[in-house]
């Protein structure tokens, strides 16, 4: 399979979509996203992404999406299951992940890969992630709050990342790439989208310790 191609993990979110940016910066070529649904495959398992929100990244970018529904029991499994089709379909020598500085992350996503018949390629690894936020938002990529934690609440939903959320959030004292998971986002446009996502906020929800944005 070709080393100058690559699958996406894609969240749907920035730092994949960041990720999937620098890699083509480097001249390989994205073909294809993975992304693992929840078991009614109606949603992403990571950001609670619809599906049709991923059907409009993925005709966005021009390339295939290859989904599975999984329990978090199963995810490995059909991750690596899924990705292995989807390489092997596409002729993907190379999976990119959005993964910055967490080591159980990288081991988990290099021991997929192999599974899976490929290499895996962290672009952001060890980057700044404060300069990682600026980064995104100088380059063009559009993304939203989708989820946050009750700490920050539900003001924050539907927000853009821009340097103002930015100064939002580091006053509310979180890291401001959510790489705690005080917050998701989604990626509304970016430089190799051909158009941007057409959607339409819903509802503001809270559950438990986390608020949620509903939308169409």
Request: with cysteine; glycine share 6%; charged share 20%.
């Amino acid at each position: 399979m070709s080393n100058s191609n690559f699958i996406a993990s894609w969240s749907s979110g920035k730092d994949s979509c960041l990720a999937t940016l620098q890699a083509l910066g480097t001249g390989k070529k994205v073909k294809g996203l993975v992304t693992v649904l929840n078991e009614n495959g109606k949603v992403s398992r990571s950001h609670a992404t619809p599906l049709h929100i991923l059907e409009q990244q993925s005709a966005a970018i021009g390339v295939p999406l290859f989904t599975v529904p999984a329990s978090w029991k199963e995810y490995e499994m059909k991750f690596v299951a899924t990705l292995k089709d989807a390489a092997q379909s596409v002729n993907a020598g190379l999976a990119v992940f959005g993964d910055i500085d967490i080591d159980a992350n990288r081991k988990w996503e290099e021991d997929a890969a192999i599974a899976a018949g490929i290499v895996a390629v962290l672009p952001l690894w060890k980057q700044n992630r404060h300069d990682l936020v600026y980064q995104m938002i100088e380059c063009g990529i559009e993304a939203i709050i989708v989820s946050c934690n009750r700490k920050l609440g539900k003001d924050f939903l539907g927000k853009s990342i821009d340097a103002e959320t930015v100064i939002a959030l580091e006053y509310a004292g979180v890291d401001v790439c959510g790489e705690n998971g005080e917050y998701h986002t989604l990626v509304v446009n970016s430089p190799f989208f051909a158009s941007p996502v057409e959607y339409q906020i819903v509802e503001k929800k809270q559950h438990d310790h986390y608020c949620f944005l509903e939308i169409i």
